[in-house]
């Protein structure tokens, strides 16, 4: 059974960093595709950055600050998120599914399997 448990959230500054990891179970990561998301309060589930048919995409909002990573050996998914700004504010969630993500998806329907999230916050 695939299981996606997020960790790193947390609180930080405007112009902080965090780096978010998914640990995936049940399954190989190289044989899913997978992404994160996030979900800020009163606003539809979208895309952050997926990996995608042999590259990775990252949505506009976040392009030049976020970027993806994993670690197959481990069956680890990583985000590594730079000059956090308070619209980064949102619960983050990792996903992985037999198709291919899309970044511009929003809503629950855009992955198969979903962790639990991880929040983060970004204050001014």
């Known amino acids: 059974q695939v299981q996606l448990v997020e960790s790193g959230g947390g609180s930080v500054q405007t112009g902080g960093s965090l780096r978010l990891s998914c640990a995936a179970s049940?399954?190989?990561?190289?044989?899913?595709?997978m992404g994160w998301f996030r979900q800020a309060p009163g606003k539809e589930r979208e895309g952050v950055s997926i990996y995608s048919l042999g590259t990775t995409i990252v949505a506009d909002t976040v392009k030049g600050r976020f970027a993806i990573s994993r670690d197959n050996a481990n069956n680890t998914l990583y985000l590594h998120m730079n000059s956090l700004q308070p619209d980064d504010t949102a619960m983050y969630y990792c996903?992985?599914?037999?198709?291919?993500?899309?970044?511009?998806?929003?809503?629950?329907?855009?992955?198969?399997?979903w962790g639990p999230g991880t929040q983060v916050t970004v204050s001014s």
């Open positions: 996903a992985a599914a037999k198709f291919p993500l899309r970044v511009d998806c929003t809503g629950d329907y855009c992955s198969t399997y």
């Open positions: 049940g399954y190989n990561v190289r044989s899913y595709f």
